[in-house]
C-alpha cells in the first residue's frame, strides 16, 4: 500500500526510540542508566490517584463534553487566572489527552500551507514534525549556549515577516532549560501585535523553576486575544501516563479547537479530568518537595558535567533538562550520544534530535535519583576519556 505523502514529513520524538532501545539492551541483560526521558521519577500525588479511582468507582467512565467537564475548565481557568495573571473563564479552555493535541490543532487551525512558524532550535521535536506534516515554512530561532539560551528578541524580531502566521514560545525550554526573560516579554508582545501574529506559549515546564519567576506573554497588554497558553499535568503532576493537557486561549478558538477535538480523540478521558480537578486543588506539597529534589539535582549534573573532558554545562533556570556543549570532546553528537549507551549503558539524547543547531551537544534529564546520576555521569567521564585516549 502506498502511504499519503505527507506522512514522509512526519518525525518522531527521539527519547521514546532511545528508550526503546535501551530497554531491549535491559533484556539483554544490560544495566542501563536512563538520562533520556521526560518523565519524573516520582509517583503521582495519592490524593490525584484516589480522586481517579474513586470517580471511576463512581461510574464515571463515559464520554464527556469534547473541550472537558465544565468542573475541569472551571478548575483550570481558576488556576491559571491566579498563576499566570488574567483573567481566564472555562469557556475558555480545552481539556486534551495530553498537551500534544493542542499544538497540533494550533497549527491546523491558523496555518496554511506555505505560511511561515517562526519556532526555537533547538527545541521540542515535535514542532518541527507537525510544522512539515501541515506543509508550514519553517523559520528557526537559534538559541546559543552563550546567551544561557535564552531567546534573543532582536534576533527574533528578524525573522518576522509578513507571511509570518504563529511564533512558538517555550519557557522554560526542552531541552536547554533555558527561560524567557520577563523583561523581554512587552516586546515580544508589541512585535506579535504589530505583525498580527499568533502566539503558541508551551508554559509545560512553568512550575519546574529555580532561577527568577515565571511569567506568561498572555498577561501582557491584549494579547490574551492572541495567545494559546499550552500546559498540562504531567510534569507539575508526574501524570506523564495519565495523559492530560489543557489549553487556554479566546473563547471563539476554544470552539474550533473543539471542533478538532471532536473529530480526532473525540474527548479527554472522565475519571482523568476528575483526578486532574483534585491535582490543581488539592495540596502542592508534593510539587513543592519535587521541584526542591529536582534543584539539588540540577545543581549535582551540572557540577559533574562540568568535570567531564571537552563538557561545558549551562545551568538551567528550569525544566529537568541539561544541555551541555560537547564539541570538544571530538565526535559528532549522535555517534557519542550512541557510544554512551552501547559502551558505557548510558542512555541520553543527541542534541541533533532537537534541530539542526543541536548539533555539538546532548541532552540528559536530571529526572533520576542523584545516585543514578552519579553513577551515569562516572560512566560517561570514563567513556571520554576512553574516547580521548584511543584518539
Known amino acids: 500500500m502506498k502511504f499519503a505523502a505527507r506522512m514522509s514529513r512526519l518525525g518522531t520524538e527521539t527519547a521514546f526510540e532511545v528508550l526503546a532501545k535501551a530497554k531491549r539492551l535491559e533484556a539483554q541483560g544490560r544495566d542501563i542508566v536512563h538520562?533520556?526521558?521526560?518523565?519524573?521519577?516520582?509517583?503521582?500525588?495519592?490524593?490525584?490517584v484516589e480522586a481517579g479511582c474513586k470517580a471511576m468507582r463512581d461510574g464515571?467512565?463515559?464520554y464527556t463534553p469534547a473541550p472537558g467537564l465544565p468542573e475541569a475548565r472551571e478548575a483550570i481557568a481558576e488556576h491559571v487566572s491566579k498563576t499566570l495573571g488574567i483573567e481566564a473563564t472555562a469557556d475558555e479552555v480545552v481539556v486534551t489527552p495530553g498537551a500534544k493535541p493542542i499544538m497540533f490543532f494550533a497549527f491546523l487551525?491558523?496555518?496554511?500551507?506555505?505560511?511561515?512558524?517562526?519556532y526555537p532550535d533547538p527545541g521540542f521535536p515535535i514542532y518541527e514534525s507537525m510544522l512539515d506534516f501541515v506543509g508550514a515554512k519553517r523559520v528557526p530561532f537559534v538559541l546559543q549556549a552563550s546567551d544561557g539560551f535564552r531567546l534573543d528578541v532582536d534576533r527574533l524580531e528578524r525573522l518576522i515577516t509578513d507571511r509570518t502566521r504563529l511564533l512558538i514560545l517555550n519557557s522554560p525550554g526542552n531541552p536547554t532549560g533555558g527561560m524567557v526573560r520577563p523583561d523581554d516579554l512587552p516586546r515580544l508582545?508589541?512585535?506579535?501585535?504589530?505583525?498580527d501574529v499568533v502566539v503558541l506559549s508551551d508554559e509545560i515546564y512553568s512550575r519546574i523553576l529555580f532561577d527568577g519567576?515565571?511569567?506568561?506573554i498572555a498577561a501582557e497588554d491584549d494579547m490574551r486575544e492572541r495567545t494559546i497558553v499550552l500546559d498540562g499535568f504531567s510534569k507539575t503532576y508526574a501524570m506523564t501516563g495519565w495523559r492530560l493537557g489543557y489549553g487556554v486561549m479566546p473563547k471563539a478558538w476554544a470552539t474550533k479547537f473543539s471542533q478538532l477535538q471532536v473529530n480526532s480523540t473525540s474527548c479527554t478521558a472522565n475519571f482523568v479530568q476528575r483526578a486532574g480537578i483534585a491535582a490543581l486543588r488539592g495540596p502542592q506539597d508534593s510539587v513543592v518537595s519535587m521541584v526542591e529534589e529536582f534543584r539539588r539535582r540540577r545543581d549535582l549534573i551540572v557540577s559533574l558535567l562540568n568535570d567531564v573532558p571537552g563538557f561545558r554545562?549551562?545551568?538551567?533556570?528550569?525544566?529537568?533538562?541539561v544541555f551541555p556543549d560537547v564539541r570538544a570532546a571530538g565526535l559528532p553528537s549522535q555517534e557519542l550520544a550512541n557510544r554512551l549507551l552501547e559502551e558505557a549503558g548510558v542512555a541520553c539524547l543527541s542534541g541533533t534530535c532537537f534541530g539542526s543547531h543541536g548539533e555539538g551537544f546532548l541532552r540528559f534529564s536530571f529526572a533520576n535519583s542523584q545516585p543514578n546520576i552519579r553513577e551515569g555521569i562516572r560512566r560517561v567521564r570514563e567513556c571520554v576519556e576512553g574516547v580521548a585516549a584511543r584518539r
Open 109 to 118: 487551525a491558523f496555518v496554511e500551507e506555505g505560511d511561515e512558524v517562526v
Open 35 to 48: 538520562l533520556e526521558i521526560g518523565q519524573p521519577d516520582f509517583p503521582t500525588p495519592a490524593h490525584v
Open 189 to 195: 508582545a508589541a512585535i506579535c501585535r504589530r505583525h
Open 213 to 216: 519567576r515565571h511569567a506568561s
Open 60 to 62: 464515571h467512565t463515559g
Open 313 to 321: 554545562c549551562h545551568k538551567p533556570g528550569g525544566s529537568f533538562y
